[in-house]
């Protein structure tokens, strides 16, 4: 996703610098692009501009094993062909490339925070980790990397079941007719 702290940009950088540590040939696939900001007064003011400097640091050290995808129209060739998905958010929000990466069966590891925690069953469609802790992701990412990924094809049937189309009109015309409404 984009180059924000929302998003996780910097555990995502301090979880591969771990990975390459321990494995060695690891990749960080980022879709779209990261456009990182001039230096700014202002950002050093209020402290944020340290966050920006961190990552700046971690993603030239690391950038032979980082690659931005640039915008995508799908994102379904991509996630096909990883191994996982990582989303380390720092805030919780809808986060559409878990359901993404859930539909097309790779395991999917997000930070344990409201909504994300409803998106993704624990050890079926992946693992929920703490926001906080890149060494929580490591033991989840080496575990999915030690299991057989295709344990995680079931996750596909759950998301289409909660997430699809079909599922979302089942849930509005059940609202309706809670809400006593019998004709739209």
Not at 15 to 26: A, C, D, F, Q, S
Not at 137 to 152: G, M, N
């Amino acid at each position: 996703g984009g180059l924000s702290r929302e998003k996780g940009a910097l555990l995502a950088l301090q979880i591969l610098e771990k990975l390459l540590e321990r494995r060695g040939n690891v990749y960080l696939v980022i879709a779209g692009t990261w456009q990182m900001p001039k230096s700014s007064i202002v950002r050093r003011a209020l402290g944020a501009q340290n966050w920006y400097d961190d990552v700046a640091a971690l993603a030239y050290r690391y950038q032979k094993n980082i690659r931005f995808t640039g915008v995508l129209p799908s994102t379904h060739a991509i996630l096909q062909a990883s191994d996982c998905l990582l989303f380390p958010a720092q805030k919780g929000h809808f986060a559409r490339p878990v359901l993404e990466a859930g539909a097309v069966g790779i395991p999917v590891l997000a930070s344990r925070l409201p909504p994300l925690d409803e998106l993704l069953q624990e050890g079926l469609t992946g693992f929920l980790c703490s926001p906080a802790d890149a060494d929580e992701w490591i033991a989840r990412i080496e575990q999915v990397f030690s299991q057989d990924l295709r344990a995680f094809f079931p996750a596909r049937a759950w998301v289409l079941e909660r997430f699809s189309v079909p599922a979302y009109a089942r849930k509005a015309v059940f609202l309706y007719k809670d809400l006593g409404i019998h004709s739209i």
